[in-house]
């Protein structure tokens, strides 16, 4: 990372690395090129899920998402990730035990989804700066949420597509429910 803040990988569209950086505080990525969030669904022993509350100084102030957050230069998804659990949640995880999901491809990102299924309760400690709140909850409440526009926007389209899986990530905790 260079003084001047954090700094992403560039990537193509099926997430190869272009040898190119570029800084989180320029928006304007290079035309066709994008960068790596990486995602995860963390599945507590009794199937549900941890989700967080955004901080109320970030963007889509007050709405619910996973932890997540963009890849630094030089790390892997899988990596940030496990680091992103931890600094938004304080949940530590070891990278390996996170199973891919999927990808969604946005404008200018490539979010790369995660599950891991945790042995045991943790209280989430959540990062003041990027997150107002953290809880644990069913799938039926995150569809609720879902359903009424709470979470945010981007997470919307991503549930969408992904939904599936992730009632199957519940139900393969010991304590899931099937959906």
Known sequence: MGAGGEWWDLTDAAGNRLGRTHPRADPDLPHGTFHIVAATWAVGPDGRLL???????????????????????????????????????????????????????????????YVVHLDAAVDPVPQPEEVAASEWVTLAEVDRRRREALFARPWLNRLDLFWRELADAVAAAPGGRPS
Do not use: Y
């Open 51 to 113: 989700v967080a509350q955004r901080a109320a100084t970030k963007t889509f102030p007050l709405e619910w998402e996973f932890p997540a957050g963009s890849a630094l230069a030089g790390e892997s998804s899988r990596d940030a990730a496990a680091r992103e659990l931890g600094e938004e949640a304080g949940i530590q995880v070891d990278p390996a035990h996170l199973r891919p999901v999927g990808r969604s491809h946005e404008r200018t990102q490539l979010v790369d989804i």
